[in-house]
């Protein structure tokens, strides 16, 4: 292989540094895509922590090869482009779902979880996830509700106390008894 130039070189960190520095990657075909549809599932991408970016396959190829990240060979065929993102991948792969919706012309290829290789099936089921946010919400509630029942149950013996004494004072009338 002939000496790189600088150009590709310094490409190839930058792919590099975004795959360090995400969470997941998410590789689409975006063939026939206008370049104002392509700035609109940026916007989208943007607001779930999506940063949509094309490279040359064999940049990225050599970017993962040089990152220790196996089997993205297969993902990398025809014009792709790549959503890193920072944060919640489930997010971002629900932004790209949505727009595919609407815009047939875009293909979830597969992606990367860490350095996990998807394929597009596993890449598409992270789109059906619940989002960290309400998965954290729910575990919260789980743990919350047996300490709440648990202080009800420390609540309830001065409750009861409280509740028999208003009764009590309800059956006389709020009249004190005479001695």
């Known amino acids: 292989m002939e000496n790189p ?4 070189v310094e490409v ?3 792919i590099k540094e975004l795959l360090a520095n ?7 075909e975006y063939r026939g895509m206008t370049v104002s549809n ?5 916007r989208s991408l943007r607001g779930a922590g999506g940063d949509f970016r094309v490279f040359k396959n064999t940049l990225v190829r050599i970017a993962a090869e040089q990152s220790g990240i196996e089997n993205l060979e297969p993902l990398l065929h025809g014009p792709t482009a790549i959503a890193f993102v920072k944060g919640d991948a489930v997010e971002a792969a629900k932004a790209l779902k949505d727009f595919a919706k609407t815009n047939q012309k875009l293909i979830v290829k597969g992606g990367l979880l860490g350095n996990k290789v998807l394929n597009a099936s596993q890449t598409s089921a992270l789109a059906d996830m619940p989002p960290k946010k309400q998965v954290l919400a729910e575990l919260a509630g789980l743990f919350a509700a047996p300490l ?3 202080a009800s149950l420390l609540a309830a013996p001065p409750r009861d106390v409280v509740y ?4 009590l ?3 006389h009338g ?6």
């Not at 995400?22 to 689409?28: G, N, P, R, Y």
């Not at 392509?38 to 940026?42: E, G, H, V």
């Not at 028999?164 to 009764?167: H, K, M, R, T, V």
Request: glycine share 2%; hydrophobic share 45%.
């Open 174 to 179: 709020g009249e004190p008894e005479a001695a």
């Open 148 to 150: 709440s029942q648990f």
């Open 169 to 171: 004072i309800d059956k």
């Open 5 to 8: 130039n600088a150009d590709k």
């Open 22 to 28: 995400s969470d997941a990657a998410i590789l689409t």
């Open 164 to 167: 028999a004494l208003s009764a």
């Open 38 to 42: 392509l700035s609109d599932l940026r």
């Open 12 to 14: 190839v960190s930058e």
